[in-house]
């Protein structure tokens, strides 16, 4: 658990993972301020601690597979980090339909390449990441450890918009890859519109051979619930062996609704490149997102205030690993996050010794009968956070 009240002294940020990493040149992420060790070195160090069919969801990665950010982060960064505001956008649309196609678009916006071979910090329990991009605010908080599940609630008072995740990875490891099915609900509610849509993300699979690299596969259905109507998504990779296959495609349709067969547009494209919606009554094309435009040169965001950051905060409780990480300091870091950890075995074993049961700060967490996990805000609005994300665009 993150020790609330101790005073924050440094916080670690770092750019954006942006459109230009390139997945297949694992040791270039030099603009992320931060260069792993040799791939080979860490797929050997990987396939020592596992087997084939464990589940990853306790496991801890040696510091050598890690990158300078928790995972609170990188599912913060899918919000907050871009440089055109297709989340705004989502509220202009004139009509119900033009309003889902906006959304599909930033659905597709939250589909981010991931640095080869190398994976963020599990988050502890309790840890947070408050950051704010314009009128928009953003609240992150780990409110399990095991398993692992995160909650992500963000508003905009300006907009009338609110964002609320409740996410559950479950990964996997297969032997030449991992694969992670990512659960839990996901929803965007257009309030100044009446309006609250739904959908579930992909899911992660890094391939260690034949040719190393991580893709998003699967199915998404987007649906809003007042006017019935849904887009449904595939994402694609490569083949089993990695030669074949739409790499990064997205294809899919919009329906009239979930019942219907009516086609009103097909969607087809790339998520790293452009996504095209092609209308079915007169066959008009029309490009509804860039990925060049909105994730590419993602900047680091900024400090506004070192006060105002909470002890939880993922940049402030991972600072010396992230610090030592960046100096290539291996054994430092690897002495950081080994503090870390266990700092929370204690804790843990302190609350199991005197019965006492860890409660979230930010949200309320229950299970469902289908065993997946719902987290809901406890506050209307999300405040201000100390961390400022780029205003570029």
């Given at each position: 658990?993150?020790?609330?009240?101790?005073?924050?002294?440094?916080?670690?940020?770092?750019k954006?993972?942006?459109?230009?990493?390139?997945?297949?040149?694992?040791?270039?992420?030099g603009n992320?301020?931060?260069?792993?060790?040799?791939?080979?070195?860490?797929?050997?160090?990987?396939?020592?601690?596992?087997?084939?069919?464990?589940?990853?969801s306790?496991?801890?990665?040696?510091?050598?597979?890690?990158?300078?950010?928790?995972?609170l982060?990188?599912?913060?960064?899918?919000?907050?980090?871009?440089k055109?505001?297709?989340?705004?956008?989502?509220?202009?649309?004139?009509?119900?339909?033009?309003?889902?196609?906006?959304?599909?678009?930033?659905?597709?916006?939250?589909?981010?390449?991931?640095?080869?071979?190398?994976a963020?910090?599990?988050?502890?329990?309790?840890?947070?990441?408050?950051v704010?991009?314009?009128?928009?605010?953003?609240?992150?908080?780990?409110?399990?450890?095991?398993?692992?599940?995160?909650?992500?609630?963000?508003?905009?008072e300006?907009?009338?918009?609110?964002?609320?995740?409740?996410i559950?990875?479950?990964?996997?490891?297969?032997?030449?890859?991992?694969?992670?099915?990512?659960?839990?609900k996901r929803?965007?509610?257009?309030?100044?519109?009446?309006?609250?849509?739904?959908?579930?993300?992909?899911?992660?699979?890094?391939?260690?051979?034949?040719?190393?690299?991580?893709?998003?596969?699967?199915?998404?259905?987007?649906?809003?619930?007042?006017?019935?109507?849904?887009?449904?998504?595939?994402?694609?990779?490569?083949?089993?062996?990695?030669?074949?296959?739409?790499?990064?495609?997205?294809k899919?349709?919009?329906?009239?609704?979930s019942?219907?067969?009516?086609?009103?547009?097909?969607?087809?494209?790339?998520?790293?490149?452009?996504?095209?919606?092609?209308?079915?009554?007169?066959?008009?094309v029309?490009?509804?997102?860039?990925?060049?435009?909105?994730?590419?040169?993602?900047?680091?965001?900024?400090?506004?205030?070192?006060?105002?950051?909470?002890?939880?905060?993922?940049?402030?409780?991972?600072?010396?690993?992230?610090?030592?990480?960046?100096?290539?300091?291996?054994?430092?870091?690897?002495?950081?996050?080994?503090?870390?950890?266990?700092?929370?075995?204690?804790?843990?074993e302190?609350?199991?010794?005197?019965?006492?049961?860890?409660?979230?700060?930010?949200?309320?967490?229950?299970?469902?009968?289908?065993?997946?996990?719902?987290?809901?805000p406890?506050?209307?609005?999300?405040?201000?956070?100390?961390?400022?994300?780029?205003?570029?665009?």
């Amino acid at each position: 658990m993150a020790v609330e009240g101790k005073k924050v002294t440094k916080v670690i940020l770092t750019k954006p993972i942006s459109l230009e990493v390139d997945e297949e040149e694992a040791n270039d992420s030099g603009n992320y301020n931060y260069s792993a060790p040799n791939l080979l070195h860490r797929i050997l160090s990987l396939f020592s601690h596992v087997r084939p069919g464990s589940d990853l969801s306790t496991f801890q990665l040696p510091v050598t597979f890690n990158f300078p950010k928790s995972q609170l982060q990188i599912y913060g960064e899918q919000i907050y980090s871009s440089k055109e505001d297709l989340l705004s956008k989502c509220n202009k649309g004139e009509s119900p339909l033009e309003r889902l196609i906006n959304v599909v678009a930033w659905i597709i916006s939250l589909t981010r390449p991931y640095l080869s071979g190398a994976a963020p910090y599990n988050p502890i329990l309790g840890e947070t990441h408050h950051v704010s991009h314009s009128s928009l605010n953003v609240l992150l908080e780990q409110v399990s450890h095991h398993p692992p599940v995160s909650a992500l609630h963000a508003t905009d008072e300006k907009e009338n918009m609110e964002i609320i995740w409740s996410i559950r990875p479950i990964p996997k490891f297969h032997g030449t890859l991992i694969e992670v099915q990512v659960q839990g609900k996901r929803m965007l509610k257009l309030m100044k519109h009446g309006e609250t849509y739904e959908w579930n993300p992909p899911n992660f699979i890094y391939r260690f051979l034949p040719i190393p690299g991580s893709e998003w596969v699967g199915n998404v259905r987007v649906s809003c619930r007042e006017t019935g109507l849904v887009a449904d998504l595939c994402y694609k990779g490569r083949s089993f062996l990695g030669f074949k296959g739409n790499r990064r495609s997205v294809k899919g349709k919009i329906l009239g609704s979930s019942s219907s067969n009516n086609v009103l547009y097909d969607i087809d494209g790339h998520w790293d490149k452009t996504v095209a919606i092609k209308d079915k009554n007169n066959g008009s094309v029309k490009v509804i997102y860039d990925a060049k435009q909105v994730i590419s040169g993602l900047q680091t965001p900024t400090l506004k205030n070192l006060e105002n950051v909470w002890a939880t905060e993922a940049a402030s409780v991972w600072s010396e690993v992230s610090e030592a990480l960046m100096r290539k300091e291996w054994d430092k870091a690897s002495e950081a996050k080994r503090c870390i950890e266990n700092a929370q075995r204690k804790l843990l074993e302190e609350r199991e010794s005197s019965g006492q049961n860890w409660m979230p700060k930010h949200f309320t967490v229950s299970r469902t009968e289908q065993g997946t996990w719902d987290c809901f805000p406890l506050h209307q609005w999300v405040p201000s956070g100390p961390i400022i994300a780029s205003q570029d665009t």
